[in-house]
C-alpha cells in the first residue's frame, strides 16, 4: 500500500518534471551554442574578444541569479499546490506513511531538478571558463559550491567557500530542501486542517515561517563563539576554513532539528486531520443508510 502511494505521487510529478528539464536543457543548450558560436567566429585572443567575454559573462550570471531564485520560488509553490490539492485523497489511517508518501516524490523531485540547474550552470558558465582559460568542464568540490549558489538557492544556506568544504555545503543544502518541503508539508497541513483559501494561507505562511527563519541571529552568535574558541594561532592562518566549516557543520545540525520539529508537528497535525476525515465519512456513511 506505502510503495503505492509513493507511486501515484510520483505519476502526479511526472508531467512538470519532464516539464522542467526540458526547459533547462533548452536554456543550457541555447545560451552554450550561441555563445561558443560567437566566439567561434570572433575568437578570444583579442582585446575586443575578451571585452565581450566578460560583458556576455556579467549578463549570463545576473541572468541565472535572477532566474534561479525565481525558479525556487516557483518549485515550492508548485509543492503547494500539489499538497493542497491531493494532501488527503489517499485512503489510509497512518499519518506517518501520509507524510512520507508525499514528501519523499516531492524531495526526489526538488534535488533533480536543482542537480540539473547545477549541471546546466557548469556548462554555461564553466563554458566561458572553458572558452577563455581552457579549463574545460570537470566537476570539482569548488565547482559545486560555487554553481550550487545558483543551482540550490535555498534560504536557510548563507555558506560559502571552496576547496575541500565543497561536499559539507552541498550536503548541507540538501538537508535545508529536507527542511524546507517538510515545512511546506506542514503549513498547507496548518491550512487544510482549518479549511483556509485554496493553499494560499499556506504558500504566504511558508515564507513568512522562511523569512523569519532567516533573520533569526541566535545560529550565528552560536557560529561565532564557537569560531572565537579556536586557538589564536588557527585564526591567523586558517580563520575562512575555520568559518565556513563551523558555518556549514551549523546549518547543517540547524535544519535537521528543524525536520524533526517539522515531522512532529505535521504527524500530530495529520493525525487531527485522518481523525476528522474518518469521522465525517463514518457520519455519510451512516446517513445514507
Known amino acids: 500500500m506505502f510503495i503505492e502511494m509513493i507511486k501515484s505521487e510520483f505519476k502526479q510529478l511526472q508531467g512538470p518534471f519532464k516539464l522542467a528539464l526540458v526547459l533547462i536543457a533548452i536554456m543550457t543548450g541555447s545560451i552554450f551554442l550561441i555563445v561558443h558560436f560567437i566566439f567561434l567566429i570572433l575568437g578570444v585572443e583579442s582585446t575586443g574578444a575578451i571585452i565581450l567575454w566578460y560583458l556576455l559573462y556579467g549578463i549570463v550570471n545576473m541572468f541565472l541569479q535572477f532566474l534561479y531564485p525565481v525558479l525556487t520560488f516557483g518549485l515550492y509553490v508548485f509543492g503547494g499546490y500539489i499538497f493542497y490539492r491531493n494532501m488527503y485523497s489517499t485512503n489510509t489511517v497512518s499519518a506517518n506513511k501520509l507524510i512520507l508518501s508525499k514528501f519523499i516524490p516531492m524531495v526526489i523531485f526538488q534535488i533533480v531538478v536543482r542537480v540539473a540547474l547545477l549541471l546546466s550552470t557548469e556548462r554555461i558558465l564553466g563554458g566561458f571558463d572553458a572558452l577563455r582559460y581552457g579549463y574545460g568542464y570537470g566537476i570539482s568540490f569548488g565547482d559545486i559550491v560555487s554553481y550550487s549558489e545558483f543551482a540550490f538557492f535555498d534560504i536557510y544556506n548563507h555558506c560559502t567557500t571552496i ?103 505535521s504527524y500530530i497535525i495529520v493525525k487531527i486531520g485522518l481523525e476528522k476525515r474518518n469521522k465525517e465519512q463514518s457520519n455519510l456513511s451512516q446517513g445514507l443508510m
Open 163 to 265: 576547496g575541500i568544504f565543497g561536499f559539507e555545503i552541498f550536503m548541507a543544502k540538501l538537508v535545508g530542501i529536507f527542511a524546507a518541503t517538510l515545512l511546506l508539508w506542514l503549513c498547507v497541513s496548518i491550512e487544510k486542517l482549518f479549511k483556509k483559501s485554496c493553499g494560499v494561507f499556506g504558500i504566504i505562511l511558508f515564507f513568512g515561517i522562511c523569512l523569519l527563519l532567516s533573520a533569526e541571529q541566535f545560529t550565528e552568535t552560536i557560529i561565532m563563539r564557537v569560531i572565537r574558541s579556536y586557538p589564536k594561532e588557527l585564526l591567523d592562518n586558517r580563520l575562512t576554513e575555520i568559518h565556513c566549516h563551523v558555518r556549514t557543520m551549523a546549518s547543517i545540525i540547524k535544519n535537521v532539528v528543524l525536520v524533526i520539529i517539522y515531522y512532529i508537528l
